[in-house]
Every structure is written in structure tokens, then in C-alpha cells.
């Protein structure tokens, strides 16, 4: 199918993001977009919300032919202030408590420090779904003397940004008027901890900072210096300054009327003589069953990794692209994940046509939902194939996890749709093997291939033997499931049993269950020949 190449229409939220960033600022060279996090733990499914909200305005943005940098902030050189529980070795974490996260070691031996992990579990996955920002680490652009114009700005113009900082704040909250402000913090170039004050400021590039831990005085430059950072609330400001920043959203604890958003436009605005940038507030993300917000620093989180597990990466773009920033949702690892699969392949046939769209709006929208979801935004040529997602649990099931021989039995996947439906296998395994146990157990089951048997007797037994000897060879050639049911109804009126009784027996016989999947089909995808062997014991 090909894909539009005309400007794209304002049906969705980024593009409409994207619209309002070139009319508030202009026709530019280049617009620069900015995400970022402290890697202070686990980076969750919720912190990944900014990420790829930031990367659908960028899609937009490029749609319209605009040159843009995407970049991605680690701020690694803020203060480690927990130890999270689920890292190794915490007595060693404990004892690095205030120093800077990347001056933390990593526990697990695996990378060069403690933000280094966290930033590499997430720069390996962020590919997987199509993200590719330019990585800025904070901790080396500070010790690299990058900001010494700015953090000088900040050191001049110290009572103007305590009015900036105040001017939202009750008066219970305001900085005093004889309270001495400093817009920096220091890491004691002896010890490595935050426990510093500012003691003196010649005016220029000259600090001097006394460490309350081990008593250290040092005189720093903030030319050459490496310990010297901005608090994060004038750190925002001077970096979208630096950066030239146009858009950045924020999550609405930031965007809270009077809150650190608020006050870092104001120190953009009249210190830094840049303009906020464009923004939106983005709301919380919930995990079905999973009570509470998610926290990074207490380990108590579901990253992205983990919905990967179990849902292919088009379906995780759909999840966010699907939903305005601002709407709380939750995604779901219960049932619920087969309504998740049904809504993409309703989107998804309506976009090849299968399915007719009401209207043309509603066929724009899903169009666009759909290629905002697609890893490489562009809609593949043949369409996907279509499978349910309860359907290929059972195939899974069938086949002992077997992927080869799943799509074998479809018989009709074309080349060009194997590498997605071994995606979505592999999800779906994942989920009945990892998931379902716990929450929907009665999708689960295996076949009988070791040759046990069910406590079988008297007429059931005999029903069962008669299913066997008379359905059984006809599995495959009955024109439809409902004549492979009315077969063995037939049986259960001709010995004079109940029909549910026969059925229960049935699935006894094939996987040790009361119930299973509707038999008739199922007994058509296990296949008469594994059938007859199964029941053969009997």
C-alpha cells in the first residue's frame, strides 16, 4: 500500500503539535525537540511516555519536510539519593549516597557506572521501536566546562532568579528576603558529596564553596572547575537556551499551575532571553493490576523491555500514538491484552480497506494512528497478517511453543508477513507462558503427548473410544466445525449421556482439563493424525 506524500492533515495531536511549533516560532533551519531523564533507577513505561510523545512530534515535524534534532538529556550528574531495591550489593550503593549518579559504581559489574547501566538499558531498547535521539550526558558537558557562560549568567543575576522562583509561591514558601539564594551546588572535589555550601562569588567565573561532610574549602572556577552544576530549576532554563530548544513536554506533576515549568519559563524568559519552549503536559501511565504511579528509585516498575515481552513494538507506538499525552491509560498484561490486539487490527483493516471507515475523517485518523505506530512509519506494502491474538495462543499451545509449525499450519503467510508474525509469536507465548497462569488460567493447557491418560470408565470411556474411532478420521473433512460438534452430540443422544459430560471427558482425554478451547475447531488444528494418537492409550 503506498503512503501519502501530501502534506499531512491535522487530524492528529502531533501533527497538531507540530503546526503550532512552526506557527509560534517560525520557519527555521532546524528545530530542536528535547526529552530526558535521571537515571536514578529503572527507567519505566512512564518516563518512556515522554520519550515517544517527543518522538511523534518529530515524525510530524519531518513530515512537513523540517530538519530536526531530537536529543535526549541523561541527567546523570544530579544527586543519588536512593538506593533503589532492585539493585545488587545496596550497603555499596548506601555508601555512594549524595555523591553524583555517575560517580556511583554499578553493582551488577555490567557497565562503567550506575547511570551508565540504566542509560544502556534503555539506548539498546529505544531502537526496537523505531527511537533514535542524540544522547547528551549531562555529568560530561558540565565537567567539559560547557555551561560556565551559563552558570555565570545564573551567579549574576542570583536575586532576579530567587524573584522568578518566588513569584508563584505563597508567602509561607517564598525564599526570605535576608535569605542569601544560589542558583549552583557543588560535588566537594574531596569527598564527592552534595553536602556544600556557597560561601563566596567574585562576581566573574569565581566560587568558593565549603563541604559540610569533610570541611573542605576549595575556590572553583567555573571555567576549569568540574564540580560546580545549576540547581535543576535555572539548569532547565539555561539548557533550553543552550540547546536552542523549541518543544519539550513535561509530566504534570511539572505542569502543575506555579510549578517548576511555570517558573523555569519565567527564568528562560527574563534571565536567559530565550523563550520556553513549546510544551504539553502528559499524564500518568498505570499497569492493569499493578496499584500506585510507578517509582524508579524504589525498583517497583514495568520498563519498556517488559511490554515488549508482550506486545510487538507497532502495537506499543499504538498504545501511545492512539492517545493523547494528557489522557490517563493503563496497559494491561491481564485479558485485557486481547482487546489491545483486536483495537490495532481493527485500525490496521481499515487502513488496507478490508474494513470500510465510516467516514473520511475517521479513515485520515487511523491512517495517520497507523503509520505513527509503524517502526519505520511507513505502511508495509502487503498487508500484515491477521491473526487473533486468542487464536495463536492455542496454535502455541498446540505446538508446544513452536513457531515453524504454527506458521506451517496457517499455510497461507506470504514472505513479506513472516517477520511480524513471529513477532507477535513470540509475544503471545511470552504471555501465556508468563502472564496468563496467574490471570486468565483457563487459556492455558498441553497436550497429552506423553501418553498419560484421564480417569476415564464405564459409558464415558466407551464415548470417548467412539469419538475417537468415529469423528476422529473425519477431523478436516467436515465442511464445518458445527458438523464435527453435532457428530459427537450424535454419539452422546445414541448412548444416552450428556453431551457436556462427553465434552468434559474429551478434554480430559486431550489436556487434562475440564474445558478447553471450543472443541470442535481445536480439535481441527491439533489435527486427526495427533488426535488419534493421544486417544490411542485408551
Known amino acids: 500500500m503506498s503512503n501519502n506524500n501530501e502534506k499531512t492533515k491535522l487530524v492528529h495531536w502531533a501533527d497538531q503539535c507540530a503546526d503550532k511549533i512552526i506557527r509560534e516560532r517560525g520557519d527555521l533551519d532546524l528545530y530542536t525537540c528535547a526529552s530526558g531523564i535521571t537515571p536514578s533507577g529503572t527507567v519505566h513505561i512512564g518516563n518512556f511516555r515522554e520519550i515517544i510523545s517527543v518522538d511523534l512530534v518529530v515524525r510530524a515535524l519531518r513530515s512537513r519536510g523540517k530538519n530536526v534534532r531530537f536529543i535526549y538529556s541523561w541527567d546523570d550528574y544530579d ?257 485485557d491484552v486481547i482487546k489491545t490486539y483486536e483495537d490495532y487490527d481493527k485500525t490496521e483493516r481499515v487502513v488496507y480497506g478490508v474494513d470500510k471507515a465510516k467516514n473520511e475523517d475517521f479513515f485520515n485518523k487511523e491512517k495517520r494512528i497507523y503509520m505513527l505506530s509503524q517502526i519505520d512509519g511507513k505502511i508495509p506494502e502487503v498487508m500484515p497478517y491477521q491473526i487473533t491474538f486468542r487464536m495463536l495462543t492455542t496454535l502455541l499451545q498446540t505446538y508446544s511453543g513452536d513457531v515453524d509449525a504454527v506458521i506451517k499450519s496457517l499455510g497461507d503467510v506470504k514472505p513479506e508477513q513472516e517477520e511480524r508474525l513471529r513477532r507477535r509469536c513470540a509475544c503471545a507465548w511470552f504471555w501465556i507462558q508468563n502472564s496468563a497462569p496467574t490471570c486468565a488460567e483457563e487459556f492455558c493447557f498441553a497436550l497429552r503427548n506423553d501418553g498419560s491418560k484421564a480417569d476415564l470408565e464405564g459409558d464415558m470411556l466407551t464415548a470417548v473410544k467412539r469419538v475417537r474411532d468415529e469423528v476422529v478420521p473425519k477431523v478436516g473433512s467436515f465442511a464445518m466445525d458445527k458438523e464435527c460438534q453435532q457428530a459427537m452430540y450424535d454419539i452422546a443422544t445414541d448412548m444416552g449421556i450428556d453431551a457436556k459430560a462427553l465434552f468434559t471427558a474429551l478434554y480430559q482425554a486431550l489436556i487434562g482439563k475440564d474445558q478447553g478451547p471450543r472443541l470442535a475447531s481445536f480439535m481441527k488444528i491439533i489435527g486427526k493424525d495427533k488426535l488419534a494418537k493421544i486417544l490411542s492409550v485408551y
Open 79 to 335: 544527586v543519588f539519593r536512593k538506593v533503589p531495591v532492585n539493585m545488587p550489593d545496596q550497603d555499596v550503593l548506601e555508601q555512594h549516597l549524595r555523591f553524583p549518579i555517575t560517580m556511583v559504581p554499578d553493582t551488577t559489574g555490567r557497565d562503567s557506572s550506575y547511570a551508565r547501566h540504566h542509560e544502556v538499558d534503555v539506548e539498546v531498547q529505544l531502537p526496537r521501536v523505531g527511537i533514535h535521539p542524540e544522547y547528551l550526558y549531562q555529568a560530561e558537558r558540565y565537567r567539559k566546562n560547557m555551561y560556565a557562560e551559563g552558570m555565570k549568567i545564573a551567579l549574576q543575576n542570583r536575586e532576579r532568579i530567587k524573584d522568578c522562583l518566588n513569584r508563584y509561591r505563597d508567602d509561607e514558601h517564598k525564599i526570605p528576603a535576608d535569605e542569601e539564594y544560589w542558583p549552583t551546588a557543588a560535588f566537594c572535589c574531596k569527598c564527592n558529596k552534595d553536602t556544600t555550601e556557597m560561601v563566596e562569588y567574585d562576581g566573574e567565573y569565581e566560587l568558593t564553596y565549603k563541604c559540610t561532610s569533610c570541611g573542605h574549602v576549595e575556590k572553583a572556577d567555573l571555567r576549569t572547575s568540574k564540580e560546580i552544576k545549576l540547581g535543576w530549576r535555572v539548569d532547565w532554563p539555561m539548557r533550553w537556551q543552550f540547546e536552542k530548544t523549541l518543544f519539550e513536554p513535561a509530566g504534570k506533576d511539572h505542569h502543575s499551575q506555579g510549578g517548576s515549568f511555570d517558573t523555569a519559563r519565567l527564568v528562560a524568559d527574563e534571565i536567559y532571553n530565550w523563550p520556553a519552549p513549546v510544551t504539553f503536559r502528559y499524564d500518568f501511565i498505570g499497569i492493569k493490576g499493578t496499584p500506585g504511579k510507578m517509582s524508579s528509585s524504589k525498583g517497583k516498575v514495568i520498563s519498556l523491555p517488559d511490554v515488549l515481552n508482550v506486545y510487538p513494538p507497532e502495537i506499543v507506538r499504538y498504545l501511545f500514538a492512539g492517545t493523547r499525552p494528557n489522557t490517563e491509560f493503563s496497559i494491561s498484561f491481564d485479558l
